[in-house]
Structure formats: C-alpha cells, structure tokens
C-alpha cells in the first residue's frame, strides 16, 4: 500500500500523542491532571442541552444547505452586531463543521501549489497543516517575546516575498494566548490586502478575551471587510465535540465555498446546528460570559503557582486558555520536560514543538480550560517536581 505524498508529509500532533499516554497511565489507576488540551469543562450551555435534548427526539433531521441554516447564518451576523458592532449580512457567513472544515474550504478555495503564505511562529499547527495539504507554501516567521509571539508590521515586511499569496494569523493565538492590537492587525491587513493577498484571520478565541467587563473584542471585520474570518462554537461556547464552526468570506466567494461544502462533507450536523440557535439567548450569553471570567481568575491563579515553581512565562496570556511556558532553564527540552512530567508527577503538558520550528523545544504549552481544583493539584505537582529538579 502506498501512501500520498501528503499523508506522510503530516507531522505528529504531540498533544493527542500525549493524551493517549495520559490515558494509558490513567489505565494503570493514575490520577493524571491533564493541562495538555484545550478543551473547556463548561460544556453547552443549559439551554443549548435543553434544545438538543428536545430536538433529538421531536424533530426530523434531514441535511441542511451546505451553507447552514440561514436562521443559524443570521444569528451569527446578529452575535457579530452585539458582540462587536460590526454589520454583517448573514449570507456571508458560511456555518461548517468545525472551524477546521472552515479552514478546509478557505485553503481548498484560495491556496494554489506553490503559493507562499506567512504564518507566525509558534501558531496551532493544524492550521500550516491544511496550507500544505492544498500545495502552498508556508514561511514560519519567528516570533518572539517582544512582539508577544505574534507577527507585526516589522516582520511582516521583512519576511514578505514576491511569491507571497496569503497571510494567517491568529489572535488570541494558540499556544500563546496572546492577542495581536487591533491597530497593528489593521496596519497588516491592509499591507497584505495592497499587494493583492488574501488574509485568514483564526478568530476563534476571540471571545475569551481577558479585557474588563463589558469590553468589546475587535473582529477584523471592523476595518478589513473582505478578511476571511474563521471562528467557532467550541471554545467560548464550549462545544468542542458538536463540531460546529464558520467562517465569514466576501459575498462573491459564497458560491465558490457552497460548491466546495457540498462536495466535501455535504453540510454540518443538522442536530448541532438547531441546537446551536439557543447559544444566541441573552440566557446563554450571560453564562458564557460569566464563563469567561471564571477562565480570567483562572489565568491569574496559574501565574502565581507557576511562578512559585520557579517556571518563566515571558508573556502573559490576554485571551484563550493557554500559558507559554519557556522551561529552557530546566535543562530538559520541551518533550523531555512533558515526559518528565507526566511521569513523574502525572501532569500532562503539551510540548512547544507541536506548534513552531523556532523555539518550540524552548516551550510547553498549559491549558488552564480546567476545573481550578484540577489546576491547583496540578501546579501543586508541578512544584513538587521543580523542587526535587532544582536539589
């Protein structure tokens, strides 16, 4: 049997490969704290369970348009009106299953082989995944503490090619956590947009922002109208496994990414995208907004117990669930330390090297989507380790 070219160019995914050693230690009657994916323990909520519940039993399921539902696709332009101010006319948002499904058809729809498109580094690395599955080319950019391991206009005219097509970013970003200020991501789309290229923006954690109360996030609809924008009901929703994304695209590229729905997967879940309507209540919307602040004291109670183990976070995280930890100075580097960890102190951890070629043995990344009860315990471990490390 002869595999494609692609499929063995796909590079592991180490926060699943160490899932599954957490899971094989559970196995053995472990407690394993597992800091290593993120996946919020909120789950759907209580009004989106109670739709789904209903609808499971009461309502026929038939495929949707592959575009989504358009009362779905319009009450995702009414969340982008209330939750960022911006005007959106619902059929230009695409529902798909998953935010990677949306990535699936942005590359399917804009990547031609060869083309050169500019990501930072570190970035979530299914993302450069999906660039190369369609041909392109992707230039990881380094990125560093000081621009807060996110690109910016310096790099991005010192890295931009003839060649160059596109550019992906995210903000917040996975692994960081950080977030890319709205004035410098516009000052990007723009240079990127007068040279003809396409901008993905993954905003998929932007609604976990670690702003006060009441403050707006800023899409970049807001000033780059013709951005391609991904997001997600996963993360501040919490409905990872509903696979239930979209993405927002220009009106004149819909029938292009209809075409490619219908030829790829059909259309999402109709079950999931029903249920979906409820998370658009002011009910719904007060959780998860109260849901966002439980994840702020959370970021602030795991920089304090990292910061008592003696383990450096060169940037605090402003949005997502994640903190970027730099444990160089343990001698280890990342996969050494998160094998260390997980057994020895049954604490899984990702390593940097999922997400950047840069300084990725340099990092590991912590999900804090965690109960705090599980984060306390898991830093408590932690500060055993460093300290019986540090002897």
């Not at 807001?222 to 997001?231: G, K, Q, R, Y």
């Not at 239930?244 to 292009?256: D, H, K, N, Y």
């Amino acid at each position: 049997m002869q595999y494609s070219q692609r499929a063995q160019a796909i590079s592991p995914f180490f926060a699943m490969a160490f899932g599954a050693k957490a899971a094989e230690l559970e196995a053995q009657g472990h407690h394993i704290v597992k800091l290593n994916i993120g996946e919020p323990d909120f789950g759907a909520p209580p009004d989106v369970l109670r739709s789904m519940q209903t609808l499971a039993t009461t309502a026929p399921l038939p495929y949707t348009s592959a575009l989504g539902l358009p009362e779905l696709r319009a009450a995702i332009a009414g969340f982008y009106k209330t939750a960022h101010n911006v005007d959106l006319n619902p059929n230009r948002v695409v529902v798909t299953a998953g935010a990677s499904a949306a990535l699936l058809l942005l590359s399917a729809a804009f990547v031609d082989p060869g083309d050169n498109v500019i990501m930072g580094d570190p970035c979530y690395p299914c993302n450069r995944q999906f660039i190369k599955s369609f041909g392109g080319s992707v230039q990881l950019v380094p990125t560093q503490a000081q621009s807060r391991f996110q690109l910016n206009m310096a790099l991005l005219e010192k890295h931009w090619q003839a060649g160059t097509r596109g550019l992906m970013l995210a903000t917040p970003s996975n692994p960081t956590g950080t977030a890319v200020a709205p004035d410098e991501l516009a000052a990007m789309c723009e240079f990127a947009k007068s040279r003809g290229a396409w901008r993905i923006i993954d905003e998929i954690y932007l609604n976990l922002h670690h702003g006060n109360v009441g403050t707006q996030p800023v899409t970049a609809l807001s000033f780059d109208d013709e951005a391609l924008v991904i997001n997600s009901f996963s993360k501040y929703f919490g409905m990872t496994g509903w696979r239930l994304g979209w993405c927002v695209v220009p009106e004149r590229a819909i029938p292009v990414m209809e075409r490619m729905a219908q030829n790829y997967y059909i259309c999402p879940s109709t079950l999931a995208q029903k249920a979906a309507l409820a998370c658009f209540t002011p009910a719904s919307i007060a959780v998860c907004e109260s849901r966002r602040e439980t994840l702020k004291s959370r970021k602030e109670l795991v920089l304090a117990g990292l910061k008592k183990c003696n383990l450096q976070v060169p940037v605090q995280p402003d949005g997502a669930f994640y903190v970027y930890i730099d444990v160089s100075r343990t001698g280890f580097t990342a996969m050494d330390f998160c094998e260390r960890v997980l057994q020895d102190a049954h604490v899984a951890l990702t390593p940097g090297n999922d997400f950047g070629e840069y300084q990725g043995d340099h990092f590991v990344r912590l999900s804090f989507a965690s109960a705090e009860s599980e984060l306390e315990e898991g830093l408590q471990r932690l500060a055993g380790f460093m300290k019986k490390l540090m002897v």
